[in-house]
């Protein structure tokens, strides 16, 4: 049979690297350690592999994830072969941390090494206002791969204060202690609104990324 769904970028990537982008919306984990992934992100796989529910691991953490909008649900996979993932045609991105953290959207996140520390906590700096605000925090040394709805800005909140969008946010360093910021006025107010009053403001030594959609606001119900 020949069709160019059989062209070269369209088959398996060779490469000896744990994760590769075999294009830019589908990533290939080669298994080994085991590897924490986004519920339903399995598109297909190779070998020996088993899928099993990944429970908060405490009770502090199955807590914040029964009372947070951090809706984190994760799998692990485990065994010997090679896994693919994607979440709903997202561009996905690989992070190496060195022995270091970032905070993530949940609804951003794909998949990470089993190893790395993770929890749900409150945005830091956001203060009353980010009440209902939480991200994901994951840390040590290893891979994350984030998905993002179209494509990605990264932005150096070392040069001065970043506005961004909540809802736009894929994930920041984890160092970093975003402020809200109500950009509201009288005028505005009296004529309707914009859609754009709160947005976070980033200032200090990092990076924010940034993704090409903003995400509808998590049901509370």
């Known amino acids: 049979m020949r069709s160019e769904l059989f062209a070269r970028e369209n088959l398996p990537q060779q490469s000896g690297d744990r994760y590769l982008l075999q294009n830019p919306q589908t990533l290939r984990v080669g298994l080994g350690p085991d590897v924490l992934a986004a519920k339903g992100s399995m598109i297909a796989y190779r070998g020996n592999v088993t899928f099993d529910h990944e429970g908060a691991g405490s009770i502090g953490k199955l807590a914040k994830k029964v009372f947070t909008s951090e809706n984190l649900a994760l799998m692990r996979v485990r065994g010997q072969g090679e896994v693919y993932f ?31 520390q993770w929890d749900i906590n409150r945005t830091k700096g956001a203060g009353m206002m980010g009440a209902g605000l939480f991200n ?9 791969a984030i998905v993002a709805v179209g494509l990605v800005t990264v ?11 909540s809802d736009a946010a894929v994930c920041w360093s984890a160092n970093l202690a975003p402020g809200v910021h109500n950009s509201m006025n009288a005028k505005s107010l009296l004529r309707g609104g914009t859609g754009e009053a709160l947005q976070y403001v980033f200032h200090g030594p990092g990076f924010v ?9 998590v049901p509370t119900s």
Not at 97 to 103: A, D, H, M, R, T
Not at 209 to 217: F, L, S
């Open 86 to 116: 994607a979440e709903s045609a997202g561009y996905v991105n690989l992070l190496h941390l060195e022995n270091e953290g970032i905070s993530i959207n949940s609804r951003n996140l794909l998949a990470f090494d089993a190893d790395l």
């Open 136 to 144: 994901t925090t994951i840390g040590g040394t290893g891979t994350v």
């Open 155 to 165: 932005l150096d909140a070392s040069q001065g204060p970043v506005y961004v969008d």
């Open 209 to 217: 990324v940034i993704q090409a959609y903003e995400w509808a606001p």
